[in-house]
């Protein structure tokens, strides 16, 4: 079930999230094999917390990794991945899930990779979830600012 406050978003801007059986779509390959699209077009959404005790949340294509280098530079110092309880207590929503919709107080990031594709596949807040969106609707949408981070 699609948490209220991802609901509500996708009301507001008349989008409408797929769903598929519980678990079914934790990782950018299985959501890429459920939607029926390229890996590349999940819109994996990762946490990190920086050296500066600040968490950020990086949307990435999901065929592809963050380059730390590219992240210290972006950031000007470096930056861990989010432990699992770390992205829950700060998102409210649980790793292979998180969606950018709805989540306060952590600045958004997206990745000009995704640009490149008509739509892209962000998480509903649920492991069993994707919502078709352009690039520039959900840079939009989650308030996010471009950036290159990728390898």
């Known amino acids: 079930m699609i948490p209220g406050k991802v609901q509500a978003v996708l009301d507001?801007?008349?989008l409408t999230a797929l769903t598929f059986e519980p678990g079914s779509t934790p990782t950018s390959e299985l959501a890429a094999e459920k939607i029926g699209c390229a890996v590349g077009q999940i819109a994996k959404s990762m946490l990190f917390k920086g050296k500066d005790g600040v968490f950020r949340l990086f949307l990435c294509p999901g065929d592809r990794r963050v380059d730390n280098k590219k992240i210290k530079n972006f950031l000007g110092f470096k930056a861990r991945m989010a432990t699992a309880d770390e992205t829950y207590e700060m998102t409210g929503f649980k790793p292979g899930g998180v969606c950018p919709f709805g989540v306060e107080s952590v600045d958004i990031?997206?990745?000009?990779?995704?640009?490149v594709y008509p739509t892209v596949y962000p998480a509903a807040g649920t492991d069993a979830s994707g919502v078709p969106i352009t690039f520039l609707q959900l840079k939009q949408i989650s308030n996010a600012s471009e950036c290159d981070v990728m390898a």
């Not at 990031?109 to 640009?115: A, N, P, R, S």
Request: aromatic share 10%; no cysteine; glycine share 10%.
């Open 109 to 115: 990031f997206i990745d000009q990779g995704l640009e």
């Open 12 to 14: 507001a801007h008349q």
